[in-house]
């Protein structure tokens, strides 16, 4: 039996919603493995998917850059130790720096991007980071980047807080109209634009639950791949751009999709980075280290 710590029901707990009994009960039953408890959970108490994915663990800010004709455009992910720093304006001005550098030279990887001279200021964007470092006293690193570059659509982004930053790429439409569907992505975060670029292993998922939740509330087997398949489609408009509701709708029911075709406009790729998102951030057990120092010395 592996042993259920408190960390692992706190992680469980914080992407589940749910109690502290409930998730300790559950990683018991799945002996210790987060996922199937998690799973098993959705499945006895109807818990939405995991919140997990959304959590900012790790500080820093997202920087973009657009060309005045919004043919070409970047977003990248800057990070750094505190949101102290974060709020720094040196910091920002290199995230935007770096972001203006990756759409205007357009680097391979972050290894090449490092290498190259940085927009607005002397020296290579590796140089320019270990200068802030020294400057700031925190360690920095640039994470990831997005570039997009069109000759038939065009591109807008949008940054909230510094924290999330959106890039679409559309055709049609207007400026205000390529804005709104970048900021409904920032609130609304879609995992694809329609359903062929969901994972499947999503979807299998989704459709196991539904089958496994109607079995415990009894439904007949007759009943069961009906019931799935309708589970999964509320989920597929939930998870992507054309399905969602328009955060901005005034009927409160049109579609992404519905709005597109009103304006004879089309969106053909866009790209969403969420700061710290799947960096796990070490949280330091004071009393726990305490605790320890206690017991050694006592030995």
Do not use: W
Request: overall charge negative; proline content about 1%; glycine content about 8%.
């Amino acid at each position: 039996m592996a042993e259920i710590t408190a960390g692992m029901v706190k992680e469980l707990r914080e992407a589940t919603g749910l109690g502290m009994m409930e998730c300790k009960k559950a990683l018991v039953e799945t002996n210790g493995d987060a996922k199937a408890a998690e799973e098993l959970l959705r499945i006895k108490s109807g818990a939405k998917a995991s919140k997990a994915a959304t959590r900012v663990t790790a500080e820093g800010v997202i920087g973009s850059f657009l060309v005045a004709d919004g043919k070409l455009g970047s977003v990248v992910e800057v990070n750094c130790e505190t949101d102290f720093v974060a709020k720094n304006d040196d910091f920002n001005a290199f995230a935007k720096n770096v972001a203006q550098t990756v759409a205007q030279q357009n680097p391979a990887d972050i290894d090449a991007l490092m290498e190259m001279a940085i927009a607005n200021g002397s020296g290579t964007v590796e140089e320019t980071r270990k200068a802030l470092v020294m400057k700031l006293g925190e360690n920095l690193s640039v994470r990831r980047f997005e570039r997009y570059e069109t000759s038939t659509g065009k591109l807008s982004t949008y940054l909230h807080g510094n924290k999330i930053g959106v890039m679409v790429n559309y055709s049609g439409g207007d400026e205000t109209m390529g804005k709104d569907i970048a900021m409904h992505i920032a609130a609304s975060k879609p995992k694809s634009i329609d359903a062929s670029g969901v994972n499947q292993e999503d979807i299998d998922t989704e459709r196991r639950i539904a089958i496994e939740k109607a079995k415990e509330s009894g439904k007949p087997e007759a009943m069961l791949e009906k019931i799935a398949e309708g589970t999964v489609q509320k989920f597929l408009k939930e998870v992507t751009l054309m399905g969602q509701v328009f955060v901005k709708a005034e009927d409160g029911k049109q579609t992404i999709e519905q709005l597109l075709k009103s304006k004879s406009a089309s969106v053909t790729a866009f790209k969403m980075f969420v700061v710290g998102e799947g960096i796990e951030k070490k949280v330091e057990d004071y009393a726990a280290e305490v605790a320890a120092a206690a017991a050694a010395a006592k030995k």
